[in-house]
């Protein structure tokens, strides 16, 4: 009894200087993890301040620069207002390129500004330029910040996150000391004193040190010799590695028949030999149906595309290799379903050095919501959001692509750079909804006029669009019979929400390739410069770029 005592009261001491070490260790890591995360805290509630002045001041740099090109004070003076209700700013003051100043927060006075810190983060200097020519400057726009009110929220975001590693830090070390004292203590004490007390069946014993025999080592090493006689059971123990291996083999079975993938195995000459339940479900043929495929080519029956997947065959066998592919399945109606499949190909060695394929392992996953948001993301980078035309990049895209046939196969391409006339008017009258209604309704109009899906109708930005026929150069009756149909489709009246009828024009400038140009740029910005001569000499008609000579 007093040697187990004494046994124990060692084993309490060890836990007593686990627990010292890792106190101590938490001690200095909080003081030295607080006093990081209190600068770290402090960086980070000045870079936000810097960073929401700057905001501000991207925000209302248009705004502000329209107003001093202008000179409208009223507007300025607004936007001044505006920008020192925002808590963080101290005083706004906007100066002309000649340094007078144009607008000032009235709050502030303005001897006050030589005393205020251009400190980079809490001041920020907005260059204004012309909202007509981005090379000429206008004035400047200076804003400045409340320091103490961005040293206070600094200090309480640092102090915030010291105190959350701090405390983070406290719940750690009683956690580790609670699962290692849980986990290792205790449990090695339970162990030791079981094995102590089991009873000897072996002659033999391994020898304590005197060193360890008052403690933890010394009883492992005593409860060792006890599991001397664990011999005797290992001719028992193959009867439970025999047993053990079917629980595995049942387990595998299990896996195999509930994986979320579908696994597949084919013979050389592509029919099924085995699958799991999944691959039912993905291709979408019924169980007892997937028996057939048995004695058909899985690979013809399968994938819409069976081409690509022999490709991949031919790659596995010859890198040895895994290859992946995005896959189509068979189209079943309207419903396109893709899955990403993994093959391999398990190979024997022929005579010649060849390899030669027996069997083809595959892995499928169903990736038909994923292709359908590719889809949908794709079609909205490439599509005007309010019309449903192609935007500016993909209608620079696609006329480039135009003229590229137009170059190697000698055709001709005609573009048409379109601007409604009176769209302004109707826009600040009835309002943005009604604009709106008008661009969606002028759009629809557009693509009627076209009807050719191989040309394009794209949307430039604003009241502005563009039209590119394929295969029509300008001395093409469709050309003009297109941008009539579009002259008359556009000035036809439009029924807005509340009943009020509208009523737009179009301004048409044509360029042609080859004619005019070949490059994308000078086409566009010929077809745009005739379009802005007819929006001067009376609107609502088109006319070609250059006079046509033939």
Not at 179 to 185: F, G
Not at 381 to 409: P, W, Y
Not at 460 to 473: K, N, S
């Amino acid at each position: 009894m007093n040697e187990s005592k004494r046994r124990f009261g060692l084993f309490a001491g060890l836990q007593t200087r686990l627990l010292l070490i890792i106190i101590l260790g938490a001690v200095i890591f909080s003081v030295t993890a607080g006093l990081f995360a209190y600068h770290l805290g402090e960086q980070r509630g000045i870079s936000t301040s810097q960073a929401t002045l700057t905001d501000l001041a991207q925000a209302v740099e248009k705004t502000v620069a329209i107003g001093a090109f202008a000179s409208d004070s009223v507007l300025l003076a607004e936007v001044v207002d505006g920008l020192a209700r925002n808590s963080l700013v101290a005083m706004v003051k906007i100066e002309a390129v000649n340094g007078d100043i144009l607008a000032q927060n009235p709050r502030a006075e303005s001897s006050s500004l030589e005393n205020l810190d251009v400190n980079p983060n809490t001041y920020v200097k907005q260059v204004l330029y012309s909202p007509f020519d981005e090379t000429e400057t206008v004035g400047v726009l200076h804003i400045y910040a409340h320091q103490d009110l961005i040293a206070k929220s600094a200090k309480q975001e640092a102090l915030t996150m010291a105190w959350m590693m701090v405390g983070q830090t406290v719940l750690v070390a009683i956690l580790i000391y609670a699962v290692v004292a849980s986990l290792v203590s205790r449990p090695i004490t339970r162990l030791a004193e079981q094995l102590r007390l089991m009873p000897a069946g072996s002659r033999e014993r391994l020898d304590t040190p005197s060193l360890h025999r008052g403690d933890e080592i010394g009883i492992l090493i005593n409860s060792a010799n006890e599991l001397l006689d664990a011999n005797a059971i290992a001719l028992n123990r193959e009867r439970e590695l025999r047993h053990e291996i079917e629980l595995m083999e049942a387990q595998y079975r299990q896996i195999f028949d509930s994986s979320s993938a579908g696994i597949f195995v084919l013979d050389q000459n592509g029919a099924l030999i085995n699958s799991n339940p999944t691959v039912s479900k993905v291709v979408g043929i019924p169980l007892s149906m997937m028996q057939q495929l048995k004695h058909d080519n899985f690979i013809e029956r399968v994938f819409g595309q069976p081409d690509k997947v022999r490709a991949m065959v031919q790659k596995s066998i010859l890198t040895g290799e895994t290859v992946p592919g995005d896959l189509e399945l068979v189209q079943q109606g309207d419903d396109h379903r893709w899955v990403h499949c993994l093959i391999s190909v398990h190979t024997s060695p022929a005579e010649t050095g060849s390899a030669i394929p027996i069997t083809t392992e595959g892995v499928m996953y169903d990736i038909t919501e994923r292709k359908s948001l590719e889809t949908a993301v794709r079609y909205q980078a490439d599509h005007d959001a309010l019309t449903g035309l192609n935007n500016r990049a993909s209608s620079h895209t696609i006329i480039e692509r135009f003229l590229d046939e137009c170059r190697n196969n000698t055709t001709e391409v005609s573009v048409l750079c379109i601007d409604l006339d009176g769209f302004k008017q109707i826009n600040d009258q009835y309002g943005h909804e009604a604009g709106d209604k008008v661009l969606i309704e002028c759009a629809l109009r557009m693509k009627k006029a076209v009807r050719r899906s191989t040309d394009l109708v794209g949307r430039l930005g604003g009241d502005e669009f563009v039209v590119a026929l394929r295969d029509i150069g300008p001395s093409d009756e469709a050309l003009s019979v297109v941008a009539d149909a579009i002259m008359d489709s556009v000035c036809q009246p439009i029924v807005l929400k509340d009943g009020t009828k509208v009523q737009v024009g179009a301004s048409i400038g044509i360029a042609c390739a080859p004619i005019h140009s070949n490059d994308r740029v000078t086409i566009i910005d010929m077809a745009d410069t005739s379009m802005y001569k007819v929006k001067r000499t009376g609107k609502n008609t088109y006319a070609m770029a250059y006079p046509k000579k033939y």
